[in-house]
């Protein structure tokens, strides 16, 4: 009897290694390497089957898409779930991603569409109690507790296919075909690719719920995010109501889009206008914050920049950001040292995106600079402008995509102007006033005219 092949898999990145290390070469994390035994596959003796070729050339025929109804949801998506498709969902524990799911699977029961939400972590007892809090117990979904891949296919083909299958979750799932414990990247690889399969044959939609790490990527082998046609992921701070659901990956859809929920006693509930709800509870008059007119997807979004700037004791000054890049931040500190002749060199620096978002584009180092000066000058910025702006390594303030409908938002919300570029060709709005501004220094000097006394030769070398 031939002995079974000895193989070593990294459960970070699904590197392979014929002998156990305890350091992943590939991705470098440590004591990561399990041992999975895999037998060898047997030989099959069946012939090939012949299929067809299309050309390239021929009619495009729209995709079908399933609207569950929840507008958050089918806009991240692209409008709906396509048939045959494979999502992928991840987020942090307890960020609400049942609970997401769940209220997408009654959704699609309302509208007459089978719906089938499989549980791998809770009983069938426990998703009851849950579908009954949220008030959805009287809804058509069928579920299930069942871990094996093999008896859930087996029992979702006797029957019409589900228009929508939820498996919460991928991790504890397992299949017959592979020799591995269940959770493990030969697991997770084999049962995802066992799903897509009958997602392909049969039609049917299926959403599957993914843990992350600790460093919020999805556990598992990364070439499940590559194998999916689309990888959502479920963001917010535990201590915030706001729950953000941003597509990192998506075929048949746009990936800048964003759906955003608040989380309520009674489950999810969307927000239609969230520019109004991040700016409800805002400091005004305070020195330090400052609100971005931003752009997520095809929607305006506009937020408040927090920051605070404190002479600090250290001998290196503490930068602290929550929700921008840090890397945008220091920058932007580099720029107002060398090009405006503010020093930060002795404070430390604390900024932050009030509501829990996090904004990826540059378009809000103007926002950030501005939070910034105020907060040094303790001079409180205007209570109903709004500040968008590239800034480059030069000092200049460069122009952002889509400033129009920027404006339009900060209008309707109620601004009355804007900070812009000066290389920014637009009008403003009828009844709205326009700040142009061509280099950083600029916007410093304007700012620190009204604050602190050691801030007004800003212009000098002296600051």
Partial sequence: MAARAQNFVCQNCGASAARWAGRCEACGEWNTFVEENAAAPARSLRKGRLFAI????????????????????????????????????????????????????????????????????????????????????????????????????????????????????????????????PGTVTQVRGAAGELIRFAKRTGAAVILVGHVTKDGQIAGPRVVEHMVDAVLSFQGEGAQQFRILRAIKNRFGPTDEIGVFEMTGAGLREVANPSELFLSERDLGSPGTAVFAGIEGTRPLLVEIQALVAPTTLGTPRRAVVGWDPNRLSMVLAVLEAHCGVRLSGHDVYLNVAGGLRIQEPAADVAAAAALVSSLARAPLPADAVYLGEVSLSGAVRPVPQTAARLKESQKLGFARAIVPEAASLEAPSGFSLVTINALASLVVDIARDGAPALRRVGGQDT
């Fill in 54 to 181: 299309e050309p390239l050339k021929g009619l495009a025929r729209p995709t079908p898409r399933l609207a569950s109804g929840i507008a958050e949801f089918d806009r991240v998506i692209g409008g709906g779930l396509v048939r045959g498709s494979v999502l992928l969902l991840g987020g942090d524990p307890g960020i609400g991603k049942s609970t997401l799911l769940i209220e997408v699977a009654a959704a699609f029961a309302r509208n007459g569409q089978r719906a089938v939400y499989i549980s791998g972590e809770e009983a069938v007892a426990q998703v009851r109690l849950r579908a009954e809090r949220l008030g959805l117990a009287e809804a058509a979904v069928e579920t299930a507790a069942e871990t094996s891949i093999e008896d859930i296919v087996a029992t979702l083909s006797q029957g019409p296919a589900p228009s929508l299958l939820v498996i919460d979750s991928i991790q504890t799932m397992w299949t017959q075909a592979v020799d591995a414990a």
